[in-house]
């Protein structure tokens, strides 16, 4: 059974990186696999973040302008963000998701990560 | 990018109703549509895949249909456990995108 969990520091100052992580477990990150993290602002849906697939491969919500980075390292068999130059609408729970396919769907999530920005 | 949105933002329902959520994307998408649920403090639940595919263990008083640009999400019977919020999701483009939301109360 494909287990993720999110850590990550909870509080984190305006301008700051925000660094979150993704761990598996059941599985392997060098499976044929998409790796993604989606977020919810207080009170509202749910974004799109970015994804990372079993090539390398990876693709961005535009809205972000460049400040994500997906990044995955197999000897940890964890995936990971980092958002830079945080401010407080990036004030959040941070899930991260995984699918085995384009067409699948985010079969697996993680539990969630609140982020609070804030100084 | 390609916009989806989802008809209506809330829904007023009883439990034993018939329940019909529509999905429409700005561009044509195919069958890259899914179906989440959401409760507040737990995470989304993929309920259909691939537009019209049960996940498993879903129960199948859920079902999905459509292709192109217009999708439903149908519960034949709404039960007390399906109050939530349900959303849909595009993968047809590399960038993904989310509807905006149905709140079934």
């Not at chain 1, 598996?24 to 919810?40: M, N």
């Not at chain 1, 958002?83 to 067409?103: H, K, P, R």
């Not at chain 2, 700005?26 to 179906?35: D, G, H, K």
């Not at chain 2, 459509?66 to 993968?91: K, R, W």
Request: aromatic residues 12%; proline residues 4%; positive net charge.
């Amino acid at each position: 059974q494909v287990q993720l969990r999110e850590s990550g520091p909870g509080l984190v100052k305006p301008s700051q990186t925000l660094s979150l992580t993704c761990t598996l477990s059941g599985a392997s990150i060098r499976g044929g696999y998409y790796w993604s993290w989606v977020r919810q602002h207080p009170g509202k849906g749910l974004d799109w973040i970015a994804y990372i697939n079993y090539s390398g491969t990876t693709h961005y919500n535009p809205s972000l302008k460049s400040r994500a980075t997906i990044s995955a390292d197999s000897s940890k068999n964890q995936f990971s963000l980092s958002l830079t130059s945080v401010t407080a609408a990036d004030t959040a729970v941070y899930y991260c998701a995984f699918g085995s396919g384009t067409s699948a769907g985010l079969a697996v999530w993680g539990q969630g990560t609140s982020v609070s920005v804030s100084s | 990018d390609i916009q989806m949105t989802q008809y209506p933002s809330t829904l007023s329902a009883s439990v034993g109703d018939r329940v019909i959520i529509t999905c429409r994307a700005s561009q044509s998408i195919r069958t890259y549509l899914n179906w989440y649920q959401h409760k507040p403090g737990r995470p989304p639940k993929l309920l259909i895949y691939s537009a019209s595919s049960l996940q498993s263990g879903v129960p199948s008083r859920f079902s999905g249909s459509g292709s192109g640009t217009d999708f439903t999400l149908t519960i034949s019977s709404l039960q007390p456990e399906d109050f939530a919020t349900y959303y849909c999701q595009q993968t047809y483009s590399t960038l993904w995108t989310f509807g905006q939301g149905t709140l079934v109360e």
